[in-house]
């Protein structure tokens, strides 16, 4: 059901959402040591999110009857000048994911495997959310940018929010 060429191309995206986690989890160790627990709560929200985003690749790949191939993931950045530069570096980082969801779906629709351009479609939408968070918060920081009580207050706001998995198909 898979090509070798689209098996290939589900690992890489299915390495790069682990990867995701990953980094997401450094900047929540930034955060946390920066003694913003919101932020790092959020982190920390969006790495568990990732990881089910690389399930969902690595199950649709067993589905499929392929062969997941789990690669190396390079160690991700931790250190950063700001709140604002982590967030722009995960923006930058979301918009990576896009490109390569956007490369994978052209590959599946060349190669006509309907079963990969469904999957694919969750994928799409989710990057413009994805997306969207990180500017919203990137946002927000350049609006209270020097106003500690503002920092504060985004903190609280981040600290907010709470991981909720995915319901498993056919629930």
């Known amino acids: 059901m898979l090509s070798p060429k689209l098996l290939d191309a589900l690992n890489e995206q299915m390495k790069n959402e682990f990867a995701s986690a990953y980094i997401y989890m450094a900047m929540a160790g930034y955060f946390q040591s920066e003694d913003l627990p919101g932020f790092a709560s959020w982190m920390r929200a969006q790495a568990l999110e990732e990881m089910t985003h690389g399930e969902k690749f690595f199950h649709f790949i067993c589905d499929a009857g392929g062969r997941t191939d789990l690669r190396a993931i390079d160690a991700p950045a931790n250190d950063f000048n700001s709140p604002l530069q982590a967030f722009e570096h995960g923006l930058k980082h979301e918009k990576f994911v896009t490109e390569r969801i956007g490369a994978l779906m052209d590959l599946a629709i060349e190669e006509r495997n309907h079963a990969a351009q469904i999957m694919l479609q969750w994928f799409v939408t989710e ?36 991981f909720v998995p995915p319901a498993a198909a056919g629930e």
């Open 127 to 162: 990057q413009v959310e994805e997306e969207s968070s990180f500017s919203l918060i990137i946002r927000k920081l350049q609006r209270v940018e020097g106003d500690g009580r503002g920092l504060l207050l985004l903190d609280q706001e981040l600290g907010q929010r709470v």
